[in-house]
Every structure is written in C-alpha cells, then in structure tokens.
C-alpha cells in the first residue's frame, strides 16, 4: 500500500518513491532534498496539526500538510 507523508505517525519513516506533484511545487520540493531514495522521518507536527517537521537528509525541514500529500513513500518495515 502507498502512503505519503502526510500519513506518517510521529517516529515513522520511509523512503521516498515519487511525487505526485509538478510544476513549482515539485521543484520546491525537490530544492529541499526530497527526491526519490531520500528516506524521511517524521518528527513532529504543531498543535493544530499543520505544519509538520520532518527529517530528511540529516535536517529538520517543516512542511504544510498539502505539500506532504505529494510526497509518496514506501513506509519502514518494523522489526
């Protein structure tokens, strides 16, 4: 099952598999370090739920919920 990463819990991760975006917001997010292989964990998210932080390539990256949405990943499987 695909999932993006707006539907991470907090400590979740995966692995970025595409983007279901184009246009300048995939170039945003691509400018950020989110390509396909990137892994992604989630780390936090503000009170109201919106935004929510991220890590990817060794940062902290807060992004709007509507953006995570675009982002599928391939969830980690828990051992």
């Not at 819990?9 to 279901?20: C, R, S, Y």
């Not at 936090?44 to 932080?53: H, L, R, T, V």
């Not at 919920?65 to 499987?77: D, L, Q, T, W």
């Amino acid at each position: 099952m695909q999932k993006t990463v707006n539907d991470l819990k907090i400590g979740e991760g995966g692995v970025v598999t595409a983007l279901g975006c184009s246009g300048a917001l995939r170039r945003r997010i691509i400018d950020m370090g989110i390509t396909p292989g990137a892994h992604v964990i989630m780390r936090k998210e503000a009170p109201m739920g919106d935004p929510i932080e991220i890590n990817v390539r060794g940062y902290e990256l807060s992004i709007r919920r509507s953006e995570a949405k675009e982002i599928e990943i391939e969830p980690e499987v828990v051992k």
